[in-house]
């Protein structure tokens, strides 16, 4: 009742004010000028106002059809040139590669649309911070993806990634691939693993958990995300092989109980597993059997063939070589393994064709 009371004494106080006018009553423009609308198109006409309203009119409108397609490419976009046919046997004395796949057709890469451009992906790589893992990351980056780094530092170094910190499409993350991650990506390179005898046999139990727990951790990770998932393997899952050169056909000649089998059993594993989420879950997997790989940003303790006679060159000490010198073995330089042009035994071929 107190603010009615006050909301009525306030309009007898303006109802007083109205009836002495000090200035003309307000009236809106329309009504008090009749004659303002040629007077508004004259306006326009004037000074070339209409054209430059349409020229702004069609910036505008060209931004916003082409500001969606603007943010989904990458800085540079250079596509790899991607093969349409493949041979699943494919043998190779460099590199060698396993692959599968259950519906090509509905591939991610599949579904972009033509002339859109490449869809820019986001990528996990587990052990991205390693000697092959970098320059993976690297490349990726390169092409416009976002990429997401897995390690735990055991072998990989902050190094290697450190030129791309600061990078917006960028992420590292300090993760043992053993525990469980959740992580939105379109794609996983799985390559976190201790890969030169000095450290995979440092702690043996732990590389062949890393083997089994991490890769199921990733295909799990896989089947839930709908991603498609490339497992690095090696040429040891031949173990000590009967034929020469190494059919993908061929199963090998491996010790289970040997000194290695923590690698050599531990990536047999992992190849098992992946076949079977591939098979079971229908997630979509490659592998790649990868050989002696070497590069910049190998480890000058890594205890590999390259690394050992290159650091022993640099300290002009005699380079020691194992055994009758007999054996053989196929070298591939590093950034050939990741994306070499117009050849097909390469990561990218191998990920990102519908196979
Ligand atoms: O100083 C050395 C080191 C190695 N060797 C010999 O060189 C050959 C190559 O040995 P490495 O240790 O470099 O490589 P390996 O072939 O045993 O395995 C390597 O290749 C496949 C990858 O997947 C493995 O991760 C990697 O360890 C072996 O026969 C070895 O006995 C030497 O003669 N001298």
Known sequence: ???LHKQSSINHRRDEEILIPQTPPYSPKSLKHPRSLPRSINYLFKEQRLLFIFIGILIGS???ILQPTLSRLGPTETHPSIPKSFSNNVVSHTQEFSVSNQNPIHGK???VPVGIGRRRM???VTGGAGFVGSHLVDKLIGRGDEVIVIDNFFTGRKENV???FGNPRFELIRHDVVEPILLEVDQIYHLACPASPVHYKYNPVKTIKTNVMGTLNMLGLAKRVGA???LTSTSEVYGDPLQHPQKETYWGNVNPIGERSCYDEGKRTAETLTMDYHRGDGVEVRIARIFNTYGPRMCLDDGRVVSNFVAQAIRKQPMTVYGDGKQTRSFQYVSDLVCLPVYYHNF???MDSLL
Do not use: E, P, S
């Open 1 to 3: 009742m107190k603010q």
């Open 62 to 64: 060209t931004f916003f």
């Open 109 to 111: 890469m599949g579904r």
């Open 122 to 124: 986001r990528i996990v």
């Open 162 to 164: 450190v030129h791309l």
């Open 228 to 230: 498609r998932f490339l």
């Open 348 to 350: 990218f071929w191998l």
